[in-house]
């Protein structure tokens, strides 16, 4: 890795390390459904999960390493087909599922990785460049908010199997 690419990659992290999300004042962590909830850019991502039913799985032990796509990038696919995504159960798990790894895979196991693969059974593409890390076509925007069964990673698309 180049030293523009460790720069890029040190202020990716330093954005997760600042996150508000990170910090449970109490010293207790929360699994990754309630740390995203909490978060409250991942509107539409729990929605997807409680509609695949996915919901009690990702608070299950894990851990699991999640891509998560914000609500803004769930608003980059028309409302007429993320409403038929969202009403096929089948595809939607497909689709969830793409975005979760098996295992904790933090930034820095990330950024050493070309490809990993999903719960969903198919492989993502690992792009680590000057300009970031890509998952797939997706930009990952913050890195390494820890959860008590695993880790998510922020992205700004939604990405498909």
Known sequence: MNAATR??????????????????????????????????SF?????????????ETLKGEGPFTV?????????????DQLNALLADTEQLTAVLTYHVVAGKVTAADVVELDSATTVQGSDIDI?????????????VITTDIMASNGVIHVIDSVILP
């Not at 891509?67 to 409302?79: C, S």
């Open 7 to 40: 720069i890029a990659f040190a202020s990716l992290l330093a954005l997760a390390l600042a996150a508000p999300v990170l910090a449970d004042h109490h010293g207790n962590k929360k699994d990754i459904v309630d740390t995203a909830v909490e978060a409250g």
């Open 43 to 55: 509107t539409t991502l729990a929605t997807a999960l409680e509609a695949a039913g996915l919901i």
């Open 67 to 79: 891509f998560a796509p914000t609500d803004e990038a769930f608003a980059k696919i028309p409302a």
């Open 127 to 139: 792009t680590v460049s000057d300009a970031g890390v890509k998952v797939d076509d997706a930009n």
